[in-house]
């Protein structure tokens, strides 16, 4: 996997297990241009999960955990920790690797929520 652009900003937190994070997000095929999907753009709303919690792909989990602050970055997900073999039908072929463009919007802390 590999994290291209970092930019961070703001606080220095990084998210851990247990934490919810909030993004916008989009994602693309390696050497294809079309998004496959986007926060902005297709679903018109952030994302939001539980980190470490296997709500979303495994590269996304472990890219999540290097952010600090409200940092954006592009994330290269190999398919081992994407979708593997058997992709996502309909957009996503099997052994994809994913280009994913990945803003943390904010981090709820697990002692923010107690």
Known sequence: MKLLCADPEGSKTKPVDGDIVEVHYSIS????????????????????????????????????????????????????????????????????VLVCDIELISVKKINDMT
């Open 29 to 96: 095929i390696e050497g294809s241009d079309e998004i496959i999907e986007s926060s902005r753009h297709t679903l018109n709303c952030s994302f939001e999960w539980v980190c470490g919690r296997n709500q979303v792909i495994e590269g996304w989990d472990i890219a999540i955990k290097t952010f600090e602050g409200k940092a954006h970055k592009q994330v290269i997900i190999p398919p081992e920790l994407a979708y593997g073999e058997s992709g996502l039908k309909p957009n996503i072929p099997g052994n994809s």
